[in-house]
């Protein structure tokens, strides 16, 4: 699995709560997952 870096703004404590849960999930939950990073992607998007 690829190691993914985002920077998250001192403000976004949620967000960055938020990746921290995306990343906890166990690989066998791959599928959703990947819908919670590109969840995660939407919200970086809306705040930036």
Do not use: A, V
Request: zero cysteines; proline letters at 6%.
């Amino acid at each position: 699995m690829e190691e993914t870096e985002f920077d998250f703004p001192e403000e976004e404590p949620e967000l960055q709560k938020d990746f921290e849960d995306i990343e906890s999930i166990p690989e066998k939950s791959k599928s959703s997952k990947k819908e919670l990073e590109e969840e995660l992607k939407e919200l970086k998007k809306k705040i930036q």
